[in-house]
């Protein structure tokens, strides 16, 4: 089933932030790509993904319009393979007075999560000055923001207090799963285990692009949580990926709970 509400809601992997539109972002550039994407992710077990394309990006000013277009050549795209997983729109928006001003005016795509969140992403190179007060702006219009990636942004790999200043504010945190694997670098990586130990990472999602280089390695990097933080940390991840898509409150959203599994020991000391 394409789309379906209830059978992403009812359990199984989401994956609330990705690139499968064909031509409109740095994600694949032709339906073909798209549709071999969304099969390796479905061969992954995801069973419901959000379609994320970057919005108020200046390197990508595509009319809603075109961006629903491709979203309907991809849900063609999957019934015509017959791949089993629920599609939805949204974006990924720059966080900008304009994204807040075209969110009120109902121009993003919010066919996810209620319209009770939006995953804002930041410059790479430096973290804008009213970052928390457009935040802040989302909230009080009942809109929580997740920040894409936290563990990637330079500013944030070298100061975790940028990230805690965020969760205090109100705002939540997704994971690229591929960070726990090295894929971006160790900073990155250390990171977002940081995070994890913490309790500042509320999702993970795939932020996947292509088959090359920024590809879904969802399962890998599920079977890296559940070795290092525990069963019930992975548990609690992707539980809250549906709470989200669900659109239930944040206030319901689990508490990761990081407890790495004890290590066998393979020596003692005796006599
Ligand atoms: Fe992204």
């Known amino acids: ?18 690139h499968l539109l064909p031509g409109v972002d740095d994600g694949p550039a032709s339906t073909e790509e798209a549709a071999a994407l969304l099969e390796e992710m479905v061969n992954q077990g995801v069973k419901a993904a959000v379609c994320t394309p970057h919005m108020f990006d200046r390197r990508y000013r595509v009319p809603e319009e075109e961006v629903r277009r491709a979203f309907s050549v991809l849900r063609e795209a999957a019934e015509d393979r017959g791949l089993t997983v629920d599609l939805y729109l949204g974006a990924e928006v720059r966080l900008t007075g304009a994204a807040l001003d075209a969110w009120a005016a109902g121009a993003i795509p919010r066919d996810w999560g209620g319209g009770r969140y939006v995953l804002v992403e930041l410059p790479m190179r430096e973290i804008p000055r009213d970052w928390l007060e457009v935040a802040h702006e989302f909230l009080v219009f009942g809109v929580t923001p997740i920040l894409a990636h936290p563990e990637r942004y330079p500013a944030m790999v070298y100061n975790g207090a940028l990230i805690k200043e965020w969760v205090e504010r109100g705002g939540l945190c997704q994971v690229t799963w591929s960070s726990v694997l090295g894929t971006w670098g160790r900073g990155p990586r250390r990171r977002a285990v940081w995070m994890l130990e913490r309790g500042l990472c509320h999702v ?37 990926a549906r709470v989200v898509l669900a659109g239930d ?23």
């Not at 089933?1 to 990705?18: C, F, K, P």
């Open 1 to 18: 089933m394409i789309g379906g509400w209830e059978s992403a809601v009812h359990g199984g992997l989401v994956d609330l932030h990705v």
């Open 204 to 240: 993970m999602a795939s932020d996947a692009h292509d088959l090359a280089k920024r590809r879904p390695d969802v399962q890998k990097a599920l079977g890296w949580v559940r070795e290092h933080g525990g069963e019930q940390a992975a548990e609690a991840l992707l539980a809250n």
């Open 249 to 271: 409150s944040a206030g319901t959203l689990r508490q990761v709970p990081w407890s790495p599994p004890r290590k066998r020991l393979l020596w003692s000391r005796s006599g």
